[in-house]
């Protein structure tokens, strides 16, 4: 069959070209032009792979036909954690995260355990099938049960689907991946894309769920289209600090569970291992209180944990004093050095402020607002806060005005310690003997507490 002719687009003004070239000729942007798929391949590849097609009619909600166990689990409890309960039959989770942080390894554990009981297919296109298979002897796998493939191309995966019938597979990684129907390079956008897609639709079809390994770039953004991540139905990254073993899953798209929900392991000789009580890494255990340490009560997800916000407050020499946080976002650490200056009368305009969030825990709420506040308030006035203190806040977001406002629903953040109450309004929290709770409705307050 004679090849198909390829066809170019712009992603910027959608023109159709007959050949590449670096500036769009009509929009003038660059960098704007992608192969199309040629329809003549993907007509052939989609002839290849469809299994159970369903038809197009209109159909009512209450008819639609739902399977009984939608979901199984990956036999790992963290892992199951962040997808919402377990994995959904027919979906497609992209697991994206910087490398050697630990994907291949971790599904590779999840697969040699789903294997023992329904059938698990693991696609490498990077590592080779002795190097997969030597790491799961290592780690005392359960092996005689995962199917192996090494390929990198869409319609051999497909082609093989029909022998080894899987419930599960896993595609590492998905920039490795290409599909017959474009000419362009693996990597690029266009073909991670189109191979997203198709693999998107054989999920669907064939009721196959699939793990996707996506790689991210410097910046920390998944490598290849934005668009991936709408295509997917879940997107998970792999987090983590070089300098401590601790890892961390969290989920920042799940059509079928909680955002934000975190699943937290430890890399160890035998591979990645669950960390059973969370907030013990992300407390720093001093046997004295000192100044700027601050513990907090953070919910992420639907599990509150404990962690430990440091913050070092210290003299200026530079003209421009230096404002660094770690695990907490920077603007919002400018926007509460402005607020306490402001509304405060706090002095901070020739002090650098640095701030962490211990374990490599990333914060995104705003209820670490009011930690972050004490923390830099203690450090700056060299006066320990209590470690028998916890700061409890139920969403701080100091207004404009310097008194704070509730932003949602929280009442599993006392759950935490044993307690049943009802917070209404932020506290901070006396943890000695019983529990004691200041409330602190005002910036004011806050400064008096310390
Ligand atoms: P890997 O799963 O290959 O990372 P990714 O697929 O995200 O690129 O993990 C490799 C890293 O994990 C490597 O730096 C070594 C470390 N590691 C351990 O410390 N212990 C182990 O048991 C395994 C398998 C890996
Ligand atoms: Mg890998």
Known sequence: ??????????????????????????????????????????????????????????????????SSTPRFS??????????????????????????GIGKSTILLQSLTRISVQQNALYVTGEESLQQVSMRAQRLNLPNQHLNLLSSTCVEEIIAQLGTSKPAVMVIDSIQTTFTNSLQSAPGSISQIRE????????????????????????EGQLAGPRVLEHMVDTVLYFEGDNSTRYRIIRAVKNRFGAVNELGIF???????????NPSAIFLSHHDQPVPGSVIMVSR????????????????????????????????????????????????????????????GVRIAETGADLAVILAILSSFRDRPVSNRILVLAKWVYPGRSGRYRTERDDSARPKSMGSKLQLSQNRICHTHNKLKLIPVNHLADTLDTL
């Open 195 to 218: 191979s997203t897609s198709i693999l998107v639709r054989l999920a669907k079809q064939n009721n196959i769920a699939i793990f996707l390994v996506g790689h991210v770039t410097k």
């Open 74 to 99: 990956t036999e790992i409890d963290e892992l199951d954690r962040v997808l919402g309960g377990g994995l959904v039959r027919g979906s497609v989770v992209l697991l994206g995260g910087d490398p």
């Open 266 to 276: 430890a890399m160890t000789d035998e591979g990645l291992k669950q960390v059973s």
């Open 300 to 359: 992420e997800g639907t599990r509150p944990m404990l962690v430990e916000i440091q913050a070092l407050v210290t003299e200026s020499h530079a003209g421009h004093p230096r404002r660094i946080s770690v695990g907490l976002e920077s603007n919002r650490l400018a926007m509460l050095l402005a607020i306490l200056q402001r509304h405060g009368g706090i002095p901070l305009y020739d002090q650098d402020v640095f701030i962490n969030a211990v374990g």
């Open 1 to 66: 069959m004679a090849k198909a002719q390829a066809q170019y687009q712009c992603r910027e003004c959608a023109i159709t070209l007959p050949k590449w070239s670096g500036q769009c000729p009509d929009c003038k942007s660059w960098n704007s032009i992608e192969e199309l798929p040629s329809l003549v391949a993907i007509g052939n590849t989609t002839s290849n792979w469809h299994g159970s097609s369903e038809s197009a009619g209109v159909i009512n909600l209450n008819a639609v036909p739902t």
